[in-house]
């Protein structure tokens, strides 16, 4: 089911200033920047090198996809209340451990906690306790990442898996899977409009009826932790109430080499204004990507909404949030 929100669209907003302001913050660095406003599905600006912004590049993830196996977890009736302790090394098989990206561990973390300090052993943790490949897998499908976010727009990549590793290192959105900024945007669009998904071709918004609310609230939960004491923390201002995840995985064909994601939107609660997705080629999320995105949504927030017309909203906006 679409909600149409517009007759026409609204164009008041100055597009080449936020524009102008994304590509000085991306310099000569190989990346990509796309800002929306989430809640009107509408793609404000899309700056970068063109391979990325055209979606014929695509990259892993990383811990950005901790929200869609937060999502399938959720959907297992899997408790997000559940703790474990991370000890940083997660043992898999025998002389085979993976590890946590904090060297001390991140102690007791649940759910929430696990999205704000973006604790692999957590998710690792799931895949040996009632979470499948297939289970994160279909929960991909159902946020798009198997359809093209525009005709010009390849499909992100789901692959099969065979290894024992695999499914753990998918869980974190280091294997199995490559995307565009734009399967991001809309990902993280959803999230913000918790449960709308933006079609930024036709500014409409479709329900995802499959995810209850109280789902969607704790990954809301856990990014805005994210920010306000969490992994994106050191970015932001503290007087910003915003939400995100940053993700960091090595490129497939060259590891070496790496990607650096943030993905967030403005403000945590109620309606979305801004949504923003940064990716840095040859950098990591937390140390380039999620500054940049910080600055965005800091500098968005200041904007003043100029739009002289108000949508036409075919439902009522308080009840998809339950007041918070
Ligand atoms: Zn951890």
């Given at each position: 089911m679409a909600f149409i929100l517009f007759s026409k669209p609204i164009l008041a907003i100055d597009n080449s200033e936020i524009a102008n302001l994304c590509d000085s913050l991306l310099g000569n660095r190989k990346g990509a920047i796309i800002v929306a406003k989430p809640y009107l599905a509408q793609i404000i600006c899309a700056v970068g090198d063109s391979d990325i912004v055209s979606g014929a590049e695509k990259y892993p993830p990383g811990s950005v996809f901790k929200i869609v196996s937060s999502l399938a977890a959720l959907e297992k009736?899997?408790?997000?209340?559940n703790t474990v302790r991370c000890t940083y090394y997660y043992p898999i098989a025998r002389g085979k451990v993976l590890h946590c990206s904090w060297k001390p561990g991140h102690g007791i973390v649940d759910m929430r906690r696990a999205l704000s300090l973006s604790c692999s052993f957590y998710f690792y943790n799931l895949m040996d306790n009632g979470l499948a490949a297939d289970d994160i897998k279909e929960m991909a499908k159902i946020l798009g990442f198997d359809e093209s976010p525009y005709d010009n727009i390849s499909c992100s990549t789901i692959k099969k898996f065979d290894t024992k590793s695999f499914k753990y290192r998918f869980a974190v959105g280091l294997t199995g899977i490559y995307t565009t900024p734009y399967h991001l945007l809309r990902m993280i669009g959803t999230v913000a409009n918790a449960g709308l998904m933006p079609?930024?071709?036709?500014n409409s918004l479709t329900k995802i009826a499959d995810i209850p609310d109280e789902n969607w609230q704790v990954v809301r939960d856990g990014l805005k932790s994210s920010v306000s004491e969490g992994l994106c923390h050191f970015a932001f201002d503290n007087k910003i109430s915003a939400a995100g995840k940053t993700g960091t995985a090595t490129i497939p064909e060259n590891p070496d080499r790496t990607c650096g994601w943030f993905i967030g939107y403005y403000?945590?609660?109620?309606?979305?204004?801004w949504a923003v997705v940064v990716l840095i080629v040859d950098g990591t999320g937390f140390t380039d990507s999620a500054p940049i995105g910080a600055k965005i949504l800091n500098h968005l927030k200041n904007?003043?909404?100029?739009?002289t017309m108000e949508p036409s909203v075919l439902?009522?906006?308080?009840a998809l949030f339950n007041g918070r």
């Open positions: 009736k899997i408790d997000p209340k079609n930024f071709d036709d403000p945590a609660d109620g309606i979305p204004n904007t003043r909404r100029c739009a439902f009522e906006p308080s």
